[in-house]
């Protein structure tokens, strides 16, 4: 995985995705495994878009 983008890129770059990419990201990261080997950028997911 890369280096993490800046909180404030992070949320330009989640601003500017249609909500069905959105909802996509949120989805993946709600499962599990894949939050656990993501975990940095699916804090930052649920904190943008939430859990559901």
Same mark, same amino acid.
């Given at each position: 995985?890369k280096?993490m +983008? /800046?909180?404030r890129?992070f +949320?330009a *770059?989640? !601003?500017a995705? /249609? +909500?069905? %990419?959105? !909802?996509?990201? %949120?989805?993946?990261?709600n499962? *599990?495994a894949? /939050?656990?080997r993501? *975990?940095?950028?699916? &804090?930052? &997911?649920h904190?943008l878009?939430? !859990? /559901?």
């Open positions: 995985m280096t +983008k /800046s909180d890129e +949320k *770059a989640w !601003n995705m /249609s +909500k069905d %990419k959105r !909802n996509a990201m %949120k989805k993946e990261c499962d *599990a894949m /939050s656990k993501y *975990a940095e950028f699916c &804090v930052k &997911v904190q878009g939430g !859990n /559901s």
